[in-house]
């Protein structure tokens, strides 16, 4: 792109402030900033105006789940067929590693992160271990894909090659980056990382069939005739991956999906609900629920909204090409934006000082039209490691973890 067509670009958007100190830049700064221009979205920028969008519903009913009575009543059944379907190489492992994890704090990508006490236990090995254990039971491998983003996909390529994949078969192992998008202050400006670059940050969990798609890993799936896609979150290093019950439950229910959820621990546990939104599958987020709907109750008498995603779910690969080019929401989320501050100094911000713009995997769940909640045991399954300390951090997880035998 020509220093003009960037221009006219940036003038469009209201961004010129980019170009502030193009003049000082060398020749290759330039051409890096402008093919940055030409490959950035700036149209995201326009959710500012209209924040609360994504979280502008529609009528909120209940959606069951199949809690664990049933589960357990018909383990064997589930396990069956969904080991069946590992077994015909009909199911894939996703993880969306590509955040930043900035409540953590460490400069290094999460996965990397040691929760061990007596000897090293990376977040990575855990998910590993857990995965291997299906691997093991169907005696084939599970293909494994992972998503990184431009912030860390060379440091989670390398400490994966460095620990010998923690012992999975690397030939069965595919990494792919994640999309990027602007970050803006409140205004609606575009931060600068450098004079030279603009802030960016991953854009969302919710992009990453497109993201594979793009980059040609989703015809790996075609070819080796995957159906269903578990794709899971990076930070609960308790959760079951290609879990057989999870798959053949799903599979038997017909759904194009499957979310794992967890019984909430008390009425304000700040999880998303399982819920039917203008009567199709959804997650209302905690801090959307009212006080009817926290106190709402179903024909049982137990809570109506007491199922909390857990972040891994499953999905009907043919339904996903179905809603590739549906737009998802975007969410507005505030964070901190490292960026240069008036004088053209890098600031790193001990506050949130803008916003970055992110789709969210939750929301594919409404495309699909079909989902099984599955209630899976909260203690076995669920360890999130948000924070380094307090609630959903590396103190809670480690707790949990021991609480069920895993030596730290
Ligand atoms: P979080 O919502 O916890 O975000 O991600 P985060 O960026 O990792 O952490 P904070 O908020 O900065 O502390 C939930 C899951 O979604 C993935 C994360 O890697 C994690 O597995 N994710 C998040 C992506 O893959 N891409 C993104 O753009 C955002």
């Known amino acids: 792109m020509t220093y003009q067509e960037a221009y006219s670009k940036l003038e469009e958007y209201g961004q010129l402030h980019v170009l502030k100190y193009y003049d000082e830049l060398d020749d290759a700064q330039k051409e890096q900033l402008l093919q940055q221009v030409d490959e950035t979205d700036f149209s995201v920028l326009q959710y500012i105006d209209h924040k609360d969008a994504a979280l502008e519903v529609k009528e909120i009913s209940p959606l069951a789940a199949m809690e664990l009575d049933e589960i357990n009543r018909r383990k064997d059944e589930f396990t069956r067929i969904g080991l069946d379907a590992i077994r015909r190489g009909k199911v894939a492992a996703v993880?969306?590693?590509?955040g930043m994890g900035t409540r953590l704090g460490s400069d290094d990508p999460k996965c990397m992160y040691d929760i061990g006490i007596t000897h090293p236990v990376y977040i990575m090995q855990r998910l590993v271990e857990n995965l291997m254990e299906v691997v093991d039971a169907a005696g084939v491998p599970v293909p494994f894909f992972?998503?990184?983003?431009?912030?860390?996909h060379d440091k989670t390529v390398s400490f994966m090659k460095e620990k010998n994949y923690f012992g999975y078969d690397p030939s069965m192992i595919w990494f792919f980056k994640q999309e990027m998008a602007p970050a803006a202050d409140y205004s609606g400006k575009v931060y600068m990382e450098e004079k030279y670059r603009i802030s960016t940050s991953p854009n969302g969990n919710g992009g990453w069939f497109l993201s594979m798609k793009r980059c040609g890993l989703i015809d790996k799936v075609h070819e080796l005739g995957i159906e269903w896609l578990n794709t899971f979150a990076v930070d609960n290093v308790l959760q079951r991956i290609a879990d057989p019950v999870f798959v053949g439950a799903t599979i038997a229910s017909g759904c194009a999906s499957g979310a794992k959820t967890v019984?909430?621990?008390h009425r304000d546990e700040r999880v998303g609900a399982i819920c039917l939104a203008d009567g199709k599958p959804s997650v209302i987020e905690y801090y959307e629920m009212t006080p009817e709907l926290l106190?709402?109750?179903?024909?049982?008498?137990?809570?109506a909204y007491n199922f909390g995603v857990i972040m891994n779910y499953l999905?009907?690969?043919k339904d996903l090409e179905r809603i590739v080019d549906e737009v998802l929401p975007v969410h507005i989320v505030e964070k901190k934006i490292a960026c240069l501050d008036e004088k053209g100094n890098p600031v790193s911000p001990e506050e949130p000082n803008g916003y970055k713009f992110e789709q969210l995997v939750l929301d594919m769940v409404?495309?699909?039209?079909?989902?099984?909640?599955?209630e899976v045991d909260r203690s076995r399954e669920f360890a999130p490691i948000k924070n380094k300390t307090g609630i959903d951090s590396v103190e809670s997880a480690r707790e949990l973890c021991k609480a069920i035998g895993i030596e730290l």
């Open 263 to 265: 019984r909430k621990a």
């Open 295 to 303: 106190d709402a109750k179903n024909e049982n008498g137990d809570p």
């Open 146 to 152: 992972i998503m990184t983003s431009d912030k860390n």
């Open 315 to 317: 999905f009907r690969e």
């Open 95 to 98: 993880l969306l590693a590509g």
């Open 366 to 374: 409404r495309e699909l039209d079909t989902c099984l909640p599955v």
